[in-house]
């Protein structure tokens, strides 16, 4: 009887007990460059194209600042400037009457009353208005920011690691001596996130939440600090995320969440078990003097984790897929693995290479697959 060449398909339910993903010596392993979709299923993951060109410089840094005019600025760090993106001609340059920062240093953004603060833990803090930039010297040279009860809070100032700096109300500007807060303990403050009416202010060994309440003595609000855990924080200042309702984050070994545990009191806790315990092995990997270049992201129900496992740069991407029972995949040995920063928009996902060649990538679904990482960007479409 002749062979016949025809498409087959192999179902299975719970396709996810079938797989060892962190390759624990039974003969199989995480799916790589695979992605789970909402039936269940193993696809192929797609490719990418370019988003301007290839770079001998690292690109880092990315974000969109939206004006409420309707004017966007789709941002990136690159050398000594900050560029922007044009979509007429497809490619990036220099801000106009951009300041001269330092090559390297990562930036951190926040929008508040439609200005664009930025900072860089090394040059002064500035706003940007999308025309002039506006230097302050006298604000604390962080590279962390977020906005709390109309204040712009500043943290990962490089002498002063272990303390978080708050402007004056409704002036994100202005700051007064006074106005920091320092929790307890000597591990650096290494994130900030505006978290149902709190502050989570995450250390790398521990994570305190933030108030302000009325003190009738000195008739002002003043900052109350609780501990929400004295045995997990978050490793790097890129490694907490907004996941549904909680908040995960990277400790260095493993992903865990902070959220709810009782909706009636209000009151805040970790989860008790790992989310990334299916991949324990492998993260065991990642050295002690790399978790500052480990970061987390979350789009269209898929959690990122990018880690440095066999290189010194971002070179392994776990991805978690909500969709089917927090399953996990990862992207390795191509260019979608070596994430510097990420980018969402309008449902796209944008990521800057974390080693060379450097560039900015559009993740494409029709894009044809890259698997070659040693290949120029220039070259990958």
């Known amino acids: 009887m002749p062979l016949k060449s025809q498409q087959f398909s192999i179902i299975q339910d719970e396709i996810v007990k079938l797989?060892?993903?962190?390759?624990?010596?039974?003969?199989?392993?995480?799916?790589?460059?695979?992605?789970?979709?909402?039936?269940?299923?193993l696809t192929k993951d797609t490719g990418f194209t370019l988003f301007g060109k290839s770079e001998d410089d690292q690109c880092h840094?990315?974000?969109q600042y939206k004006k409420k005019n309707g004017d966007t600025h789709t941002i990136r760090a690159k050398g000594t400037k900050l560029q922007s993106y044009n979509t007429v001609d497809r490619s990036w340059t220099d801000i106009a009457g951009c300041p001269t920062f330092t090559a390297g240093a990562?930036?951190?953004f926040?929008?508040?009353?439609d200005l664009l603060y930025l900072g860089n833990a090394v040059e002064s803090m500035y706003t940007w208005n999308g025309t002039t930039f506006t230097e302050y010297a006298s604000a604390p040279k962080g590279n962390i920011f977020e906005v709390?009860?109309?204040?712009?809070?500043?943290t990962g100032v490089t002498l002063e690691p272990f303390t978080a700096y708050y402007s004056n109300v409704s002036v994100g500007t202005a700051y007064t001596v006074t106005d920091v807060v320092k929790p307890l303990g000597t591990d650096s403050v290494t994130n900030l996130k505006n978290y149902q009416g709190t502050l989570m202010i995450f250390k790398k060994e521990s994570i305190y939440k933030l108030t302000f309440i009325y003190d009738q003595v000195v008739s002002l609000f003043?900052?109350?600090?609780?501990v929400q855990s004295s045995t997990y924080g978050?490793?790097?200042?890129?490694?907490v995320a907004w996941v549904e309702n909680e908040l995960w984050f990277f400790t260095g070994r493993e992903v865990r969440a902070i959220g709810y545990q009782d909706n009636t009191s209000g009151a805040f806790g970790v989860n008790r078990s790992a989310?990334?315990?299916?991949?324990?092995?492998?993260?065991?990997?990642?050295?002690?003097?790399?978790?500052?270049?480990?970061?987390?992201?979350?789009?269209?129900?898929?959690?990122?984790?990018?880690?440095?496992?066999?290189?010194d740069t971002n070179d392994t991407t776990f991805v978690c897929h909500l969709l089917y029972s927090k399953a996990w995949t990862k992207y390795t040995g191509r260019d979608k693995a070596r994430i510097d920063s990420f980018l969402f928009i309008e449902g796209d996902t944008y990521t800057a290479s974390s080693s060379p060649p450097y560039g900015v990538i559009d993740w494409q679904v029709d894009a044809a697959d890259i698997a070659n990482i040693n290949n120029d960007l220039v070259t990958e479409s």
């Open 19 to 41: 797989l060892d993903v962190d390759g624990a010596g039974d003969g199989r392993n995480v799916p790589i460059n695979m992605n789970f979709v909402d039936t269940g299923y």
């Open 61 to 63: 840094s990315l974000f």
């Open 106 to 108: 990562q930036f951190g």
């Open 110 to 113: 926040i929008v508040y009353l």
């Open 148 to 154: 709390f009860e109309d204040r712009v809070f500043v």
């Open 222 to 226: 003043v900052p109350k600090l609780e």
């Open 234 to 239: 978050a490793c790097s200042r890129k490694s």
């Open 275 to 311: 989310l990334s315990e299916q991949i324990k092995l492998t993260l065991k990997q990642i050295s002690v003097d790399n978790y500052n270049q480990c970061l987390v992201a979350y789009n269209d129900r898929r959690f990122y984790l990018c880690v440095p496992i066999d290189a």
